[in-house]
């Protein structure tokens, strides 16, 4: 039981490319979410998923885009990276609405 | 005005020690809370789930008080290993995704 995955673990991005970020969790939980955290700033929300074939805007939805085509995996893509995208990007996932949501250990990316 | 308002801290504290940390919530609807902790470059990993009648895990008590809108948690005999940042968590009822703080951090010395 590996609980929440996440790949990659590092990346470095020239501005302008793209990537997705992909995560998976083994738990059989409907809702997903991705954050961003920034040094000295909570977690912020991007997207979030309740359930397969669903996405919905978080608080900082801008520049990115998601897919949850099945439930265990949802994609986080950035489409034309930005140096203001440069963060720690984490995946999260729960039972449903109110629950403990369970964490990724994260991607750390660079866009220079 | 944030939605969740932590002490950012850092506490400084010798190991041993009792400490305890404070968080503020604005929104009445909360209608459930957690404690996370997050260690340096990690993920934020959940500590307790914060009941109505406050509760206790080993050396760990969470305390809610609804009517001042404010959840704490309690930290007895302090070991280096603490030593971490602690989110403070709301599930704010009609959300789809828990509120996080921005976190408190502790840090345990010798």
């Known amino acids: 039981n590996a609980g929440v995955t996440q790949t990659p673990k590092f990346r470095v991005l020239k501005t302008g490319q793209s990537m997705t970020l992909l995560c998976a969790q083994d738990?059989?939980?409907?809702?997903m979410y991705w954050y961003r955290q920034d040094p000295g700033m909570g977690l912020r929300l991007i997207h979030y998923s309740v359930g397969e074939g669903t996405t919905a805007k978080g608080e900082v939805p801008d520049g990115y885009n998601v897919s949850r085509l099945k439930k265990q995996n949802f994609l986080l893509g950035l489409e034309s990276a930005a140096p203001s995208q440069t963060s720690v990007y984490f995946c999260a996932s729960s039972y449903g609405r109110g629950y403990e949501q369970y964490f990724g250990p994260g991607t750390r990316l660079t866009v220079t | 005005r944030k939605e969740v308002e932590q002490d950012p801290g850092p506490f400084n504290v010798p190991e041993g020690a009792t400490v305890a940390f404070n968080c503020t919530y604005s929104n009445s609807a909360s209608q459930s809370f957690f404690w996370y902790r997050q260690d340096c470059r990690k993920e934020p990993k959940l500590l307790m789930s914060?009941?109505?009648s406050g509760n206790e895990d080993g050396r760990f008590t969470a305390q809610l008080n609804r009517a001042s809108q404010y959840i704490s948690l309690l930290i007895r005999d302090s070991k280096l290993s603490d030593s971490a940042t602690y989110l403070c968590v709301v599930n704010i009822v009609g959300r789809r995704a828990l509120t996080f703080g921005s976190g408190t951090r502790l840090q345990v010395q010798p």
């Open positions: 738990m059989n939980h409907e809702y």
């Open positions: 914060v009941y109505s």
